[in-house]
Nanobody, 120 residues
Framework: QVQLVESGGGLVQPGGSLRLSCAASGSIFRIVSMGWYRQTPGKERELVAKSTSGGTSVYANSVKGRFAISRDNAKNTMYLQMSSLQPEDTAVYYC??????????????WGQGTQVTVSS
């Protein structure tokens, strides 16, 4: 099985920055895509940023120019650098990876979530 462990959430003032990390461990043959999602109470989970194995990155319009997704394939780890944070960025952030744990079998895997709170 594959596990994702997130870190880096917390409380930050408006205009501040945070970096989230997500490390994958377990039986990993290949990671196809990595992404960050967020969710607030009463709302559906939404895509924040996504990175494919081909190097393409996609961002939600609300975070373009402020957030940056990156990945370290050698460490099976991805990051989300968040800058100019605003109260509306407050949410539980989840990492997601599409992981092949055999050459033919993939599993869509989620992290446990990390709380990001932007408040003065």
């Amino acid at each position: 099985q594959v596990q994702l462990v997130e870190s880096g959430g917390g409380l930050v003032q408006p205009g501040g920055s945070l970096r989230l990390s997500c490390a994958a461990s377990g039986s990993i043959f290949r990671i196809v895509s990595m992404g960050w999602y967020r969710q607030t109470p009463g709302k559906e989970r939404e895509l924040v940023a996504k990175s494919t194995s081909g190097g393409t990155s996609v961002y939600a319009n609300s975070v373009k120019g402020r957030f940056a997704i990156s990945r370290d394939n050698a460490k099976n780890t991805m990051y989300l650098q968040m800058s100019s944070l605003q109260p509306e960025d407050t949410a539980v952030y989840y990492c997601n990876m599409l992981v092949y744990y055999t050459p033919a079998t993939a599993l869509n895997t989620w992290g446990q979530g990390t709380q990001v709170t932007v408040s003065s």
